[in-house]
């Protein structure tokens, strides 16, 4: 069993930039993918960026390329999630998501197994 947790959310208004962090602990993290999702009220949960092992591969959804980075540190258990000129079409809850696979990167909901319970990012505008 893996244990997520995010942190890192609140409100920020258009342009501005927050940082999300997530731990995850009970398997040896640099075996993880591990991914970030966001889901908006009333809408099914969109892949925002997912990081492989050893950080060689990252993938980003269309709509946050060039916004977003998704990095991490192994030594530490974390990945993090730099978001940058944010809009209010990102306002949503961010979720971090683990998986123990042999995909290097995954981009969908189906791909990870273990999922932390949210955080909640809004951009006023």
């Known amino acids: 069993q893996v244990h997520v947790v995010e942190s890192g959310g609140g409100l920020v208004q258009t342009g501005g930039s927050l940082s999300l962090s997530c731990a995850a602990s009970?398997?040896?993290?640099?075996?993880?993918?591990m991914g970030w999702f966001r889901q908006a009220p009333g809408k099914e949960r969109e892949f925002v960026a997912a990081?492989?092992?050893?950080?060689?591969?990252?993938r980003y959804g269309d709509s946050v390329k060039g916004r977003f980075t998704i990095s991490r540190d192994n030594a530490k258990n974390t990945v993090l999630l730099q978001m940058n000129s944010l809009k209010p079409d990102d306002t949503g809850v961010y979720y971090c998501?683990?998986?123990?696979?042999?995909?290097?990167?995954?981009?969908?909901?189906?791909?990870?197994?273990?999922w932390g319970q949210g955080t909640q990012v809004t951009v006023s505008s």
């Open positions: 990081i492989s092992w050893t950080s060689r591969t990252t």
């Open positions: 009970g398997r040896p993290f640099d075996t993880l993918l």
């Open positions: 998501a683990a998986a123990q696979t042999t995909v290097e990167v995954g981009v969908t909901v189906s791909d990870y197994d273990y």
